[in-house]
């Protein structure tokens, strides 16, 4: 199995306004999941992110909640919840510059950060 140092975990992307997860979320937080439960030391931050549209209030909310449904598929997985923690950076910091859809869909996302 990986270790922690070498998990590749993939982001996962909402629709606009939703903080439902998509099938394609629920295939990547499947194989993210078997790579966590694979790895129990392993210990994840999780970044809820938004674009840029609403207000910075709605938008951090909005982040939370999405952190927050990863974390929930993942725990419900069989991942311990005390090796996951959620933050919400709302629109503040964006993956991808623009301000179309292109580059809004890539930044409506949760985020895996190895800790």
Excluded at 25 to 45: F, S, W
């Amino acid at each position: 199995t990986a270790t922690p140092a070498v998990l590749e975990l993939k982001d996962v992307f909402f629709d606009y306004d939703r903080f439902v997860l998509r099938d394609d979320a629920r295939e990547a937080l499947t194989g993210n999941g078997k790579l966590l439960v694979d790895n129990p030391g392993a210990q994840v931050l999780l970044e809820g992110h938004c674009d840029e549209r609403g207000t910075v209030e709605y938008n951090l909310a909005l982040g939370e909640r999405r952190a927050g449904a990863v974390k929930g598929y993942l725990v419900q997985y069989g991942v311990d919840a005390s090796l996951l923690r959620t933050i919400s950076y709302g629109e503040e910091r964006p993956f991808a510059p623009g301000q179309d859809e292109a580059a809004w869909s890539q930044n409506r996302r949760v985020h895996f950060v190895k800790q």
